[in-house]
């Protein structure tokens, strides 16, 4: 999914994004076709509203394992 298109779900519950960026989640992964890139999207919103994102299903970065 885009950056953009998951942005519209978090403005979509009236949360704010502040900026968002893709990157890399910085962990190790084998070189395989079709294998996950470690590609993601990063959202920075208010605190207070991080309960409702993850309702949402977005995750802490801090939380990634």
């Known amino acids: 999914m885009s950056g953009d298109q998951m942005?519209?779900?978090?403005?979509?519950?009236?949360?704010?994004?502040?900026s968002l960026r893709r990157d890399h989640?910085?962990?190790?992964?084998?070189a395989l076709c079709d294998s996950?890139?470690?590609?993601?999207?990063f959202y920075e919103i208010a605190m207070e509203r991080l309960n409702d994102a993850?309702?949402?299903g977005?995750?802490?970065?801090?939380?990634?394992?």
């Open 7 to 18: 942005q519209q779900i978090l403005t979509n519950a009236d949360i704010h994004v502040l």
């Open 25 to 30: 989640d910085c962990f190790s992964r084998p």
């Open 36 to 41: 996950a890139t470690g590609v993601i999207n």
């Open 54 to 56: 993850t309702v949402l």
């Open 58 to 65: 977005f995750i802490p970065y801090g939380r990634l394992q």
